[in-house]
């Protein structure tokens, strides 16, 4: 047989066929080999639990992957996202079982916010169940399926399982809205997405220094009714009114409208959990912003919230966001030497 | 390298009037039972899949459309981009090559009963995975690798028949020279087998992001060593074959084959860039995205002289314009690909509906279109019954009005979505900004639907008209 691709079958289609195979070893298999190989867990991360690895299957047959990206990338417009990720963040996970590969969580598209660090954003399990159930109960605007066949409605749900109350409007006619072990897992894995320090194991200190490179990157543009729709809309709604039974309502709220900033303020700092509002208990929590929001921010939050919805109250500035840390942290330092 | 292949020279003039198909082409009655079998289950499989693209579409505007868990967004996704990937263009693709590898070759095909198994493997596979993927059960969520393992063995087992098949008949062919088409089908049949093992096999993908580099590997390997080549292939022989004149250069288009094979293997990973895999395979895959400004160009400027001086058969043919959009098409979205790879553009389009114009771009514009012309240059000449002309006009202009309704806007969109994260602006304000496009979308998908209705129906109309008759004349 002559050496001539036109004339020679086995020449050709022997060249194409091993060619390709070279080609694949040196672009895929190989590094993909070596990227195994170096997978090493940033060392201040967990191994992940039964029921965040069960969640984590209801994730991906469930197809969440297709509208949220788990992957923030190394530039400026993604820094609301969290840090840059690195392959650490994906190292615990691995193939599920022999049917089923790898999960891929980074995702190409993102119709939702990335939810790398979700579990930081939004830790409240109240309101995953809310939005699960019906993301327009928390997210007017949502365009987020609805997954209701992850719970049941009971009569009479036992003690130890999760009773959903839903707004009337989302609520089922009758009978309590209770989340299946599915929803409880798919939950769980939500709340453990939380990005882990880089190098050092998670201290005071690197999250400090962080948070303070953020803040400064961050100066640019600070204006309180974005940081407000990024940060507190999605329970406090953008309208101000909160859901009832689970976030409570901003407009005329006794804090937000009192004189002296500094409850207002210790709320957006600090968190809040289990505190009647006005006689009203609310099953939601609201985690601390003391981390992720700089003094200028803060102030520019608040003052959003005592300006809008016909609320009138005087604003503040940074320095007395300042004043109020720097209070508390004096106060606890003493609290400690006692 | 310019000498004319035996079988170009070969005078078997296709009629290329719009009024009249011609002669029925003297075909052996199992080779176009077979084929036709192809065609008709693509065809099933297009409306099915885009019925499903359709309703998941309207479900970006109207979220609450339903709430059964088969139903959902997160499941019908891989339904829809399956069932068009493996049912519809993959076998739509393999029936032409079924008729184009004997026929250049000249010779019967080596097995129609290998043919009749490939065919049954496929379609009990992609049915086989709609099921599951509606169940919640997928591979990892992995694009076009969702259906899992022990289903998609079924196909790929159909999809080895097939080459074995095509190469027996190539081996055995009855001309000294391998017909430039035959290379990028055979090719393609290789290729997506490798391609395949390699997104299958575990060992190398086990933890952590190594599954990603095999993923941006597979998923371009899956439009650049599958449809790509098989559609080049098939238009090297259509168009000719249609025009009656040979490909203006021959030799283009064999410079176009190898630096495709090459270029296009390594730029896989540009469906990653800025991701944590390493920084050097993203701008391997970069670099290689401009190198394939070469073979695209190689490509469409050879199909575009062929066609050059003959445009008054365009207008007389019903099959041609079809060929002329796909090859249109896969020059703006192979630039417009290359665009996307960039660094400084993929940080606007990146993760925004921009990736779901270019996807459908080339899918449909590209892909479909080129297969749509053969399939209607083809089939006709086959059966010998012909599809209704206003049909097949409305089939055309459906689809192109269609395409451009659906992805002009969505690229609008996306960039708007991109600008709008760049700004710093609150990100529902990005999922707001997208309702007027998405509807947009919702339009153009329609009319799209409603020419795979009509191209059905076509289908329909061109089967063979009965077994007979059809017997009677190829006896005769
Ligand atoms: C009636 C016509 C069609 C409609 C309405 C439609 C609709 C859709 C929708 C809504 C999506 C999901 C987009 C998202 O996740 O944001 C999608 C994805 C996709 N469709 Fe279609 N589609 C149609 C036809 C087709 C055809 C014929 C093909 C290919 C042969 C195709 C291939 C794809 C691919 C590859 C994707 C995934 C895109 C990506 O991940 O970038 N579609 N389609
Ligand atoms: C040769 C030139 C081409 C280049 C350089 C190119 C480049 C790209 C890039 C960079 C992306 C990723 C976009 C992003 O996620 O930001 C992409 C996506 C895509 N391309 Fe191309 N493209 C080319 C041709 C084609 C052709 C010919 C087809 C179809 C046959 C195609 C089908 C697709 C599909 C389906 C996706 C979506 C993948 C997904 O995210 O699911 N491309 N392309």
């Known amino acids: 047989m002559k050496f001539d691709f036109h004339k020679n079958h086995k020449l050709l289609f022997g060249t194409i066929f091993w060619g390709f195979i070279f ?16 997978n090493e867990p940033l060392p201040a991360s967990e191994p992940m639990t039964d029921i965040e690895r069960k969640g984590l299957n209801v994730f991906i047959g469930e197809g969440c992957v297709y509208c949220h990206t788990q992957q923030v990338r190394p530039i400026e417009m993604d820094e609301n996202w969290g840090r840059p990720s690195a392959p650490g963040d994906y190292a615990r996970i691995d193939r599920q079982d022999i049917w089923r590969q790898t999960p891929a969580v980074l995702g190409s598209e993102r119709t939702g916010p990335d939810l790398s660090n979700v579990g930081e954003r939004q830790p409240s399990a109240v309101w995953h169940y809310m939005h699960l159930y019906n993301p327009r109960s928390v997210v007017e605007e949502s365009i987020m399926p609805s997954y209701p066949w992850l719970f049941e409605v009971k009569k009479s749900p036992g003690s130890d399982e999760t009773v959903v109350s839903m707004p009337e409007d989302y609520a089922p006619e009758q009978g309590q809205l209770v989340a299946t072990e599915k929803a409880e897992a798919l939950v769980a894995y939500l709340q453990s997405l939380k990005q882990v320090p880089m190098d050092a194991p998670a201290s005071s200190v690197s999250n400090e220094e962080t948070s303070k490179e953020i803040s400064e990157s961050q100066k640019k543009t600070i204006d309180g009714a974005s940081i407000y729709s990024n940060n507190c809309a999605s329970c406090h709604q953008n309208n101000g009114e909160g859901v009832q039974g689970a976030f409570p309502s901003l407009v005329g709220d006794p804090v937000v409208t009192d004189e002296d900033p500094t409850d207002h303020i210790r709320a957006v700092l600090y968190g809040m959990q289990g505190v009647p509002i006005e006689g009203e208990n609310y099953s939601g929590i ?37 004043e109020v840390r720097n209070n508390d942290e004096l106060n606890e330092i003493t609290a400690e030497e006692e | 390298m310019e000498k004319k292949s035996a079988v170009l020279s070969e005078q078997r003039p296709l009629t290329v009037e719009k009024s009249k198909v011609g002669e029925r082409i003297d075909t052996s009655l199992e080779s176009i039972r077979l084929i036709f079998s192809f065609v008709a289950l693509s065809a099933f499989w297009l409306v099915f899949g885009t019925l499903v693209g359709e309703y998941v579409g309207f479900k970006f505007v109207w979220p609450e459309l339903d709430s059964v868990s ?55 596979s992609v049915l ?25 063995a079924l196909f790929a087992g159909g999809l080895i028949l097939v080459a074995y098949n095509l190469y027996k008949t190539i ?30 096999l575990p060992g190398y993908q086990k933890d952590g992001i190594s599954q990603t580099v095999i993923q941006g590997y597979y998923m371009h390997q899956g439009v650049g060593q599958w449809f790509t080549p098989m559609v ?40 990653f860039v800025f991701s944590p895999i390493p920084w050097w395979i993203q701008t391997v895959a970069i670099v290689f995205s401009v190198g394939m400004i070469v073979p695209v160009t190689a490509g469409t400027g050879n199909f575009l002289l062929t066609m050059k001086g003959s445009w008054r058969s365009f207008a007389r043919s019903y099959s041609l314009p079809f060929i002329l959009v796909g090859v249109i098409f896969y020059a703006i979205v192979s630039y417009q690909g290359t665009l996307e790879a960039f660094r400084s553009l993929n940080k606007v389009w990146h993760f925004t509906n921009f990736t779901i114009a270019h996807s459908h771009m080339s899918m449909y514009g590209f892909v479909a279109f080129l297969i749509w012309g053969g399939i209607y240059g083809l089939i006709p000449r086959l059966t010998g019954s012909e599809p209704p002309q206003l049909a097949v006009g409305a089939h055309f202009w459906l ?61 329909w109309k061109m089967r063979p008209s009965t077994w007979e008759k059809l017997t009677q004349v190829s006896q005769s």
């Open chain 1, 286 to 322: 609201m985690q601390p912003f003391e981390q992720t929001l700089s003094d200028e921010e803060v102030a520019a939050v608040i003052n959003h919230e005592r300006t809008s919805w016909g609320n009138d109250a005087p604003t503040i500035t940074a320095e007395d966001v300042a």
């Open chain 2, 128 to 152: 086989f995975g709609v099921i599951s993927l509606m169940m919640g059960i997928n591979n990892g969520g992995q694009e076009y690798r969702e259906i899992i393992w022990p289903i998609f």
């Open chain 2, 399 to 459: 689809a192109l009005i269609g395409i451009l309704v659906y992805s002009i806007p969505l690229m609008i969109g996306g960039t708007l979505q991109g600008l709008s994260w760049i700004a710093g602006e609150s990100f529902m304000e990005s999922v707001n900004l997208m309702t007027p496009y998405w509807v947009w979308r919702a339009i153009g998908g329609t009319m799209m639907f409603l020419s795979h209705l009509i191209f059905a129906y076509n289908v």
């Open chain 2, 171 to 200: 081996a055995d062919r009855k001309v000294t020279e391998i017909y430039i088409s035959n290379w990028y089908i055979l090719a393609a049949c290789l290729w997506t087998i490798i391609l395949v093992s390699i997104a299958y």
């Open chain 1, 23 to 38: 080609l694949s070893l040196i672009i895929s298999v190989l590094p993909a080999l070596w990227v195994q190989r170096e």
């Open chain 2, 232 to 271: 080049l292939g098939l238009t090297y022989y259509f168009l000719p074959k249609l025009l009656n004149k040979p490909i203006y250069s021959y030799s283009l288009g064999v410079l176009a084959f190898w630096t495709q094979m090459i270029f296009y293997t390594m730029i896989g990973s540009h469906h």
């Open chain 2, 70 to 124: 088969w139903l959902s967004f997160g499941r019908l996704r891989p339904v829809h981009t399956n069932v068009l990937f493996w049912g519809f263009l993959s076998q739509a693709m393999i029936a032409l090559a079924l008729y184009v590898v004997p026929r250049t070759s000249q010779r019967e095909l080596y097995s129609y009963r290998l043919g009749w198994t490939s065919l049954g493997l496929m379609n009990i």
